[in-house]
T-cell receptor, first 119, second 115 residues
Framework: DAGVIQSPRHEVTEMGQEVTLRCKPI?????LFWYRQTMMRGLELLIY????????DSGMPEDRFSAKMPNASFSTLKIQPSEPRDSAVYFCASSPLGVARGQGRTEAFFGQGTRLTVV | AQKVTQAQTEISVVEKEDVTLDCVYE???????LFWYKQPPSGELVFLIRRNSFDEQNEISGRYSWNFQKSTSSFNFTITASQVVDSAVYFCALSEGGGSEKLVFGKGTKLTVNP
């Protein structure tokens, strides 16, 4: 398997522009996560999906951020309009387990990340 | 609320030294999962180990070992005979056993192994 695939790897955009980050999870995984990494806040969960349904979006900073998962093999994270404080590395991760208690928990497999710079 | 604390921000050692990275966690759940990830300079996050709260056995994998102690809410990571390739940022993470699969990460410990 190719692992979790994110695109683009690097994105430089001007303040106010729309940015779309893309993720292809590992085939067969039913949970997908978007994390953001900054020096100040470290790694923080933005949103995660289970079976394409958003389960926890409490980490989404504000209305400028939105995420979709139209099918099991694709997800997007969109920022509109972008601001310099959105500059960070955005990671997508997937996991094969669902939300039911008792199923245990396995590790999340991370993509290479997208380094976003908003100028 | 769940929380992970990695008190050591940076550690620098000389090759072949042993080094222990500390991780202390907080959770109200009786079922939870602990993880360690490695982030080398290339930036990706690499999974190292998973532990559930019912398994306190220590684990050894080559030069890596992990010490899980529920009594002190700690899950420490030791690298024996460190090598330059071990230089990376290491993250400890916690996932509670309830409905959410959310991973809460510590701030990470940057390990530098000098030749």
């Amino acid at each position: 398997d190719a692992g979790v695939i994110q695109s683009p790897r690097h994105e430089v955009t001007e303040m106010g522009q729309e940015v779309t980050l893309r993720c292809k999870p590992i085939s067969g995984h039913n949970s997908l996560f978007w994390y953001r990494q900054t020096m100040m806040r470290g790694l923080e969960l933005l949103i995660y999906f289970n079976n394409n349904v958003p389960i926890d979006d409490s980490g989404m900073p504000e209305d400028r951020f939105s995420a979709k998962m139209p099918n099991a093999s694709f997800s997007t994270l969109k920022i509109q309009p972008s601001e310099p404080r959105d500059s960070a590395v955005y990671f997508c991760a997937s996991s094969p387990l669902g939300v039911a208690r008792g199923q245990g928990r396995t590790e999340a497999f991370f993509g290479q990340g997208t380094r976003l710079t908003v100028v | 609320a769940q929380k992970v604390t990695q008190a050591q921000t940076e550690i620098s050692v000389v090759e072949k030294e042993d080094v222990t990275l500390d991780c202390v966690y907080e959770t109200r759940d009786t079922t939870y999962y602990l993880f360690w990830y490695k982030q080398p300079p290339s930036g990706e996050l690499v999974f190292l180990i998973r532990r559930n709260s019912f398994d306190e056995q220590n684990e050894i994998s080559g030069r890596y070992s992990w010490n899980f102690q529920k009594s002190t809410s700690s899950f420490n990571f030791t690298i024996t005979a460190s090598q330059v390739v071990d230089s990376a940022v290491y993250f400890c993470a916690l996932s509670e056993g309830g409905g959410s699969e959310k991973l809460v990460f510590g701030k990470g410990t940057k390990l530098t192994v000098n030749p």
